[in-house]
């Protein structure tokens, strides 16, 4: 099968389209031929071995990557199933993580699919797994989100934050979305009753307060966020960091760990959707909202299998409007 291989860590020309086995299906695992696969900031990170401090907490390789062929989320329709594997079938089209997706055929767990809803394209619904489940613990699980209340996600334009203003204006919040002019339209479109231009307006200069934050970027400082959350706000901290850091996002966490045990605001890290906890309610969660036509997609580009790498530079940039998917013929 053709797949996107690494052999060591480092920038997007490593990557290099060439032929490898295709995976073997366990009792308990599903073959899924990929028709669509998201391109996360979390696979630039899998790519660079970045920051350096995660290959010491394992499931990224120390000196070289665990897995030749990266890639986690997918759609497509299942090729070959498992033994022991219930409820899906070859020709189902689902959607999921899949570990080495940027490839022709992944494997992968029942547990970590769901069914495609019919109203996306596989592009929109790759672009659906880390994102939209990250935006959904995000707003929900650590937000804990209700209607009426004033919510601000920084970062609004991107993956999780195109996900997280839909899914918190579903909810009834007052929706305030942090982006560039460009995307202010599409911001407002998704349910922002308010748009803040990050270039010429600071949302943390103390005029309006928040009762949730979800800041997706991690370019203001902690006391700065908290400065427009409630007295009794939660501030939910997903991402920041940049390539070459030994931390990245890492070194926010313990402090905000640490400056939650001394104030009322709750103070929240989230760490982005790899299959952990609860990943099938979430998708299933997530699905719903699709098909109820509440939440929908936003694919930015979509790249060949072959143009991967074009892709990653282009998502590391931190310029992508909602999502970038690579296509498998």
Request: aromatic share 4%.
């Amino acid at each position: 099968m053709k797949a996107i291989v690494q052999e060591r860590f480092g920038p997007p020309d490593i990557l290099r389209l060439t032929d490898t086995e295709r995976p073997e299906v366990g009792p308990d695992q599903v073959l899924v031929r990929v028709r669509a696969a998201a391109l996360n900031p979390y696979d630039w990170h899998m790519m660079r071995g970045d920051p350096y401090a995660a290959r010491l907490l394992g499931g990224m390789g120390l000196t070289r990557p665990l897995s030749r062929v990266a890639g986690i989320d997918a759609a497509g329709r299942v090729e070959a199933v498992g033994a022991d594997v219930r409820g899906i079938e070859p020709g189902d089209e689902v959607l999921g993580f899949c570990r080495g997706s940027f490839a022709e055929y992944a494997r992968t767990t029942a547990d970590l699919l769901v069914p495609k809803p019919a109203r996306l394209t596989f592009e929109q619904a790759a672009a659906v797994p880390m994102a939209a489940v990250t935006a959904l613990r995000g707003i929900t699980t650590a937000g804990r989100v209700r209607a009426g209340q004033r919510v601000l996600i920084n970062g609004a334009a991107g993956g999780v934050g195109t996900f997280a203003v839909q899914i918190a204006a579903a909810l009834g919040a007052e929706v305030t979305g942090v982006c560039g002019a460009r995307n202010a339209d599409l911001v407002r479109s998704l349910g922002a009753a308010h748009v803040v231009d990050h270039a010429t307006e600071d949302f943390t200069d103390g005029r309006v307060r928040h009762d949730v934050i979800l800041d997706n970027v991690g370019n203001r400082p902690l006391r700065r966020l908290r400065r427009v959350l409630t007295p009794s706000g939660t501030l939910v901290a997903n991402g920041g960091g940049s390539p070459g850091h030994v931390l990245g996002a890492i070194a926010s966490m313990p402090r905000v760990l640490a400056v939650n045990a001394f104030v009322r605001q709750r103070l929240r890290p989230i760490h982005p959707a790899v299959p952990a906890g609860p990943t099938l309610d979430d998708l299933r969660a997530v699905a719903a909202l699709i098909d109820a036509g509440t939440v929908t997609p936003v694919v930015d580009r979509t790249y060949p299998l072959a143009d991967t790498a074009e892709g990653l530079r282009h998502v590391e940039s931190g310029h992508a409007r909602g999502k970038a998917v690579i296509t498998v013929p």
